[in-house]
């Protein structure tokens, strides 16, 4: 049996088949969506939107407070209907994208949230192909509203509270150094100046060091410059960095001219300076004749064997606080006869002066 006697005898069925395969696809093809007119393509995209509109109203009314923001970003990007549908809707479809571009940059147009909110929930799908277009502008601004953040105002913080104004004076003659806060006396020290090798005017503090070496090969703390080579300082040591090794003599001399030019004083004292005055404070050196107007601290006087500075906070200071013993006077007991025998004679005394006084008068007013 050759093929064409197969064909004739199977004619029948491979035209059933064929038909029926030719029919199928027909079908597909005008199911298909890329064969819809622009007409039926539009109006798809309106069922859509409406059913995503009414879905997104639905979840709003669920948490109006949370979801509003949400809901109406879900109805803008959800619908997809200008991405699948552009290339097929045709020239008009794709104008009207561009408009819609060029409103949203621009940003003309654009309501309140309040007034857009309204507009969309009085919108009803209707079979007419030209509400789309209009619907879809409109989901496109209130994206644009609710993807937009609030500006807010930074709050503006408050100006930080000025540092106090510090000025020190120290006097020569006196020997006290005046601390001025703010214009009024603050504190006021007992010290040790040069004399004349001590200059007088108007300086600033610059430089600070913990340890200073200073003449004759002896070491000062908390030195703080004030012009040159004069310095505020602490009673000189005898080795660098060993608070140990203070002289004793020269402190027991605070309070008199004895430096070679600088300004000695307590460890508290100078301690005090060099960690709160700023530099560039105001120093006047002077030798006038006035005394401290507030209470001078002064220093107590320590015996020969201590080599530790008194007001020294260091914390291996044995002699910290110390204060020297004041001397007790021991009465006298006298007997209390010759306390009144004392006083009888001293009004004897005074009695027979009176007399010779008077007397002495009357004979001069005779003559």
Same mark, same amino acid.
């Given at each position: 049996?050759?093929?064409?006697?197969?064909?004739?005898?199977?004619?029948?069925?491979?035209?059933?088949?064929?038909?029926?395969?030719?029919?199928? %696809? +027909?079908?597909?093809?005008?199911?298909?969506?890329?064969? &819809?007119?622009? =007409?039926?393509?539009?109006?798809?995209?309106?069922?859509?939107?409406?059913?995503?509109?009414?879905?997104?109203?639905?979840?709003?009314?669920?948490?109006? &407070?949370?979801? &509003?923001?949400?809901?109406?970003?879900?109805?803008?990007?959800?619908?997809?209907?200008?991405?699948?549908?552009?290339?097929?809707?045709?020239? =008009?479809?794709?104008?009207?994208?561009?408009?819609?571009?060029?409103?949203s940059s621009s940003g003309e147009g654009l309501t309140d949230p309040e007034s857009m909110e309204e507009t969309t929930e009085s919108e009803e799908p209707?079979?007419?192909?030209?509400? +789309?277009?209009?619907?879809?502008?409109?989901t496109k601004k209130e994206t644009a509203k609710a993807t937009t953040a609030p500006t807010t105002k930074k709050a503006t913080s408050a100006p930080p509270?000025?540092?106090?104004?510090? &000025?020190?004076?120290?006097?020569?003659?006196?020997?006290?150094?005046?601390?001025?806060?703010?214009?009024?006396?603050?504190? %006021?020290?007992?010290?040790?100046?040069?004399?004349?090798?001590?200059? =007088?005017?108007?300086?600033?503090?610059?430089?600070?060091?913990?340890?200073?070496?200073?003449?004759?090969?002896?070491?000062?703390?908390?030195?703080?410059?004030?012009?040159?080579?004069?310095?505020?300082?602490?009673?000189?040591?005898?080795? =660098?960095?060993?608070? %140990?090794?203070?002289?004793?003599?020269?402190?027991?001399?605070?309070?008199?001219?004895?430096?070679?030019?600088?300004?000695?004083?307590?460890?508290? %004292?100078?301690?005090?300076?060099?960690?709160n005055i700023p530099k560039g404070t105001k120093v006047t050196i002077t030798s006038a004749d006035t005394p401290c107007p507030i209470a001078v601290e002064?220093?107590?006087?320590?015996?020969?064997?201590?080599?530790?500075?008194?007001?020294?906070?260091?914390?291996?200071?044995?002699?910290?606080?110390?204060? +020297?013993?004041?001397?007790?006077?021991?009465?006298?007991?006298?007997?209390?006869?010759?306390?009144?025998?004392?006083?009888?004679?001293?009004?004897?005394?005074?009695?027979?002066?009176?007399?010779?006084?008077?007397?002495?008068?009357?004979?001069?007013?005779?003559?």
């Open positions: 049996m050759n093929l064409l006697d197969l064909i004739k005898k199977y004619s029948a069925a491979l035209t059933f088949v064929l038909l029926t395969t030719v029919l199928i %696809a +027909a079908g597909l093809l005008y199911n298909s969506p890329r064969w &819809e007119s622009e =007409e039926a393509a539009r109006q798809r995209a309106a069922e859509q939107l409406a059913i995503l509109e009414s879905l997104s109203e639905k979840y709003r009314e669920a948490d109006p &407070e949370e979801t &509003e923001a949400e809901g109406t970003e879900a109805e803008g990007t959800a619908d997809g209907t200008e991405d699948f549908y552009g290339p097929t809707l045709g020239t =008009e479809t794709e104008e009207s994208s561009t408009a819609d571009s060029d409103e209707t079979e007419d192909t030209t509400a +789309a277009p209009s619907t879809k502008k409109e509270s000025s540092s106090p104004k510090y &000025e020190i004076i120290v006097n020569k003659k006196y020997n006290y150094v005046l601390i001025m806060k703010d214009g009024a006396a603050y504190h %006021a020290y007992i010290c040790s100046t040069g004399g004349s090798n001590t200059p =007088e005017g108007v300086f600033k503090t610059s430089d600070k060091y913990k340890w200073r070496a200073l003449f004759g090969n002896v070491w000062g703390q908390y030195a703080t410059r004030i012009v040159d080579h004069i310095l505020f300082h602490s009673v000189p040591y005898e080795k =660098e960095n060993n608070p %140990a090794s203070l002289e004793t003599a020269e402190y027991n001399k605070l309070g008199t001219s004895a430096s070679a030019g600088c300004v000695r004083m307590t460890v508290a %004292a100078c301690k005090w300076i060099y960690e002064g220093a107590t006087k320590i015996p020969s064997d201590c080599k530790w500075d008194p007001t020294d906070p260091n914390k291996n200071n044995p002699w910290y606080g110390y204060e +020297a013993p004041q001397p007790t006077i021991e009465p006298i007991e006298t007997p209390a006869e010759s306390i009144v025998n004392d006083s009888t004679e001293a009004a004897s005394e005074t009695e027979s002066a009176a007399e010779t006084e008077s007397a002495t008068e009357t004979e001069s007013a005779a003559e």
